[in-house]
């Protein structure tokens, strides 16, 4: 017998939750109700983050541990509380997308099997000028978090220095984030422009800690992902719930906080305790909107001395001044005059896969293949993808082998996992 729904009034709707005690995270023991209630409890937060914006609905209809699929399109069947908006995407595509405007549609939203909230940055009544900038701290594998907090701590120096406020969160993942308000003077190009400006002060202020490089072989310490900022891309929003095992929350902070903050703290079982005692430290976010005048200044300064357009994510039209979007260790050699594409990264790809477990899988079985290679690699040279596919992610794994002799260098073979998103599995 199909389990009853539990249907609760909010904001003078009734909403239903299907499939109440349906368990999310098997680890945890956390169920679709939990997930609802949380919500509920910390939603002045969690609204103030996504109230009135678009957002991509990241469903996970098999829990925390199964694959996610990616649902632009607002459901045709849906509550008359539930609101829509068109947007437009660089494929030329629209899509009307929901948005979230009280807590009957957050609930509602969670029982679609949505764990985390992904908002574009604007409003529903401009879709075109941005009103916030996000800097995206991501460390590549081996950085450890207190070289994030002090990446994060440079972060809010460079966005001060350029007449803007930052409000830190854990991303609830590895990394943090650091939103800026800005006043909605400028198209998203603008606004991406202004991150690429940021990452690249932060390199220059932490070149150490920190990189403003795009190509993962290139990268070291925390990579200030700029490209956040581009249109149709939307991050994990504050007091959002992460499919990790333990039920981490990209957690709101105050800048005195940061130094001594343990991500582990801030779970589904912890932040509404957290946010009954001291409220949202992101409340007076929307009070601090600022000007991106400055950071506009800097980088035109960058491109006067000669630094290109930063890469753009490879779905997107090349763009004029963009330097050459393709990997370091594929590009062109310039004086050979072969117009091949010389290595000067010995990479070899191991795995494309439909899932992440699949492609975990196949490296298993390529490093056992060879025991005397893998303890070479550090954590930094194994690049795990998440890529971006129709609706869902697929998973691709390359090997960076600088670390091991050259004469001890396996080749490129066929994959161990060899998935076509596109097509499907084909091995």
Known sequence: MAEPKKVLELAGHEVAVSNPSKVYFPRAGVTKLD??????????????????????????????????????????????????????????????????????????VINLGCIDLNPHPVRAADLDHPDELRVDLDPVPGVEWPQIRDVAMVAAGVLADYGLT??????????????????????????RRAAVAVAREIERRAPDLATSKWWKEERHGVFVDYNQNAKDRTVASAYSLRPVPDVRVSTPLTWAEVPSCDPAEYTIGTVPGRFARIG??????????????????????????????????????????????????????????????????????????ETKDQAMAG????????????????????????????SSLWYRIRLNLRHVPEAQRPPQEPLEVDYDPWAGPVS
Request: glycine share 10%; charged share 30%.
């Open 35 to 108: 997930m609802v209630r949380y919500y509920l409890a910390v939603a002045p937060g969690a609204l103030g983050g996504v109230r009135g914006r678009p957002m991509a609905l990241k469903r996970f209809v098999n829990g925390a541990e199964g694959e996610p699929f990616f649902q632009k399109r607002a459901p045709e069947k849906r509550p008359d509380f539930v609101q829509t908006v068109e947007l437009s995407f660089p494929s030329g595509r629209t899509a009307d997308e929901v948005v979230v405007t009280d807590e009957a549609a957050l609930a509602w």
């Open 166 to 191: 930052g409000w830190p969160k854990t991303s609830g993942s590895r990394g943090m984030h650091i939103y800026a308000r800005i006043e909605p003077h400028w198209e998203f190009g603008e606004v």
């Open 280 to 353: 949202d430290p992101w409340a007076e976010m929307d009070e601090a909107a600022g000007s991106l005048d400055g950071l506009l200044e800097q980088s035109a300064r960058d491109e006067a001395a000669g630094l290109p357009d930063a890469p753009w994510p490879p779905h997107y039209e090349k763009q004029t001044g963009e330097a050459p979007r393709v990997q370091p260790s594929k590009r062109r050699s310039g004086g050979s005059g072969s117009g091949r594409r010389q290595s000067t990264m010995p990479l070899i790809e191991v795995a494309r896969a």
């Open 363 to 390: 490296l298993e079985r390529w490093k056992a293949r060879y025991p005397e290679v893998w303890p070479r690699l550090e954590p930094a040279d194994v690049l795990v993808d998440a890529m971006r596919g129709r």
